[in-house]
């Protein structure tokens, strides 16, 4: 009897386990969505058999957050199968528009860790565990809505490479096959980026694009179409085609680089549709990337919307906020263009939203940046504010980006502390500002601290800003003089110069009047036929130059490191009476 009784157990024992290691896993995470989407996990069971999981439970590993049930109804998941259990499931559903599929509101919820670092439960009626999944951040699917993906379901649960960030084009694939599981025929075009990002009529679009192929099996007989989306509809037409490149085969894991160009560009919004055909693609939701240009008629190519102030570091009491600058010369519309920073994505605006030429929008943590700044209470016709608890900007420096409505990055800035002016011994409740939107964006030498008494400028030029004036000689210095005193008037003067080659290096150095080197401002940095350096009044060590005449020395070298151009011009530092 005894003997029996440890059979029937041991049996039991190995069914059980038989069960747990088979059938049911954790599949795909929503631990870290973007408001307002809410948390969800998936189960998938990967077994031959129906399961029931009527009264299985689940909990994350912090010991007092309670264990949770799943569902009190019998629900069967079908092999093969999935079964999505989220907070809310109204919520899931306005956020996947047609997911079908079993889908569950879980009972109660402990919310899961953005940061990672987490464990992740699922028990069966009987109390036994059926799979058990501890992750950290660096797994995937921490930032931008999207999800942490399982890639092979009979994989080993607790195996980093085993899990990934998402790549489907909707972030996430709740109640279907995961985005990195291997099909047998996949091909994906990862990426398609135009340059430059902001072109000027009859310049050149270079379009690079990149296909991988992330299925098992060899890929043989596709193209890559691109399409001149005229109407801007975002659906390629056989009238709207550009170009089709034809491929023999690529295969399984590998990757291919095609690069088109458009020359002479007109005026005007440009949409773009890149497209993989490929008869036998099981999955075609990842083959068509669209972007957008503005082409605008004139200027550097290097503006448009810009972010163009930042009060990261505010006073107590005191709101963070950035600013962004319309200087592209035309009217653009902010519906579901976003803001992104390392933690966060902020919806400009969900309707429609004209930001004419010279417009500044500000998007503030919350309404205290009034107690500063009390004129953005009545705003002027080219201001507009947008609130969000969600920022979240850091003190020691981060990227944050803006993006249009189909997810082309229009700037993106990287700032940095070290870009404050080094004269002031406290930045705190002092913005930095961009001295030039027409400017690159993450050039430090185009930022510094705001130099107005409330520290900041929102929605209004910026104290520091400083012209670039056209000319057509060799080398314009504007202002010449200037003062780099931090009182916001001729702090920096920009050097734009003109070569007679239309590539090289280029050194450019100051000396003072003894002949000696005082600054570097270029060091056989590439570059084109012209440009524009900014010159903040400090030496190579930091320290701010006395007042008097300068010489600043332009030379462009080439390949073999002789001089093909050179220009010598005086600069000037001065200060006010």
């Known amino acids: 009897m005894t003997k029996l009784k440890f059979t029937l ?190 072109p000027v009529a009859g310049q050149t679009l270079n379009m690079n694009f990149v296909i991988k192929n992330i299925g098992i099996n060899t890929a043989n007989n596709f193209s890559l179409n691109l399409y001149n989306d005229i109407n801007l509809d975002s659906t390629a037409q056989n009238s709207e085609l550009i170009t089709s490149k034809p491929y023999a085969s690529l295969v399984s894991n590998d990757s291919l680089i095609y690069e088109y160009s458009i020359s002479g560009i007109d005026t005007g919004v440009k949409q773009y549709i890149a497209k993989v055909i490929y008869t036998d693609d099981n999955d075609t939701l990842n083959n068509k990337i669209i972007r957008r240009v503005n082409v605008s008629s004139s200027g550097s190519g290097t503006g448009g919307i810009v972010i163009n102030e930042i009060m990261y570091d505010p006073l107590t009491n005191q709101s963070e906020w950035i600013e962004i600058y319309n200087s592209s010369g035309q009217s653009v519309n902010l519906k579901n263009w976003k803001y992104k920073e390392t933690s966060t994505t902020v919806t400009l605006s969900s309707t429609d939203l004209m930001m004419n030429p010279g417009d500044y929008f500000i998007l503030a943590h919350d309404t205290s940046i009034y107690n500063n700044f009390g004129y953005l209470r009545t705003l002027q016709s080219n201001q507009h504010i947008k609130f969000t608890s969600s920022m979240s900007l850091t003190n020691t420096g981060e990227t944050i980006t803006i993006t249009d409505s189909l997810n082309n990055t229009i700037d993106a800035v990287s700032y940095d502390p070290d870009w404050n002016n080094p004269n002031l011994s406290d930045t705190k409740g002092i913005s930095l500002e961009r001295i030039n939107p027409g400017l690159a964006s993450n050039d430090r030498s185009n930022w510094s601290s705001c130099a107005k008494p409330e520290g900041g400028t929102p929605g209004f030029v910026n104290s520091i800003y400083t012209q670039n004036i056209t000319s057509t000689s060799a080398v314009t210095i504007s202002p010449n003089p200037f003062s780099p005193d931090g009182d916001g008037y001729e702090d920096f003067a920009l050097i734009k110069y003109k070569l007679n080659v239309p590539f090289a290096q280029m050194r450019v150095k100051v000396y003072d009047i003894k002949g000696r080197l005082v600054k570097t401002l270029a060091n056989n940095a590439v570059t084109g036929s012209e440009g524009t350096i900014i010159f903040n009044g400090f030496d190579d060590a930091n320290q701010k130059l006395r007042v008097g005449i300068y010489i600043l020395i332009i030379e462009a070298v080439d390949d073999t490191g002789g001089t093909i151009d050179k220009i010598k011009s005086p600069i000037v530092i001065a200060t006010k009476l």
Request: charged fraction near 15%; hydrophobic fraction near 35%.
């Open 9 to 198: 157990t041991l049996l039991f024992f190995v069914v059980s386990i038989s069960e747990i290691r088979s059938q049911t896993v954790i599949n795909e995470l929503m631990y870290a969505p973007v408001s307002p989407n809410k948390e969800w996990f998936e189960l998938y069971n990967s077994g031959t058999d129906p399961v029931n999981i009527q009264n299985w439970k689940w909990r994350d590993a912090a010991a007092t957050n309670p264990i949770r049930t799943i569902t009190t109804s019998s629900v069967i998941i079908p092999p093969n199968s999935f079964a999505l259990i989220c907070e809310d499931t109204a919520n899931v559903r306005a956020a996947f528009p047609g997911i079908t599929g079993i889908l569950l509101q879980s009972v109660g919820w402990n919310a899961l860790n953005n940061s990672g670092n987490e464990n992740l439960v699922v028990y069966n009626s009987t109390g036994a565990t059926v799979d058990s999944l501890t992750y950290t951040n660096s797994w995937g699917g921490s930032s931008g809505g999207y999800s942490l993906e399982r890639r092979i379901p009979t994989g080993p649960t607790n195996d980093q490479a085993n899990w990934g960030t998402s790549i489907d084009p909707n972030l996430a694939t709740p109640d279907r096959q995961n985005s990195l599981t291997p099909k047998p025929f996949d091909l994906i075009l990862k990426s398609f980026t135009i340059s430059p990002l902001f």
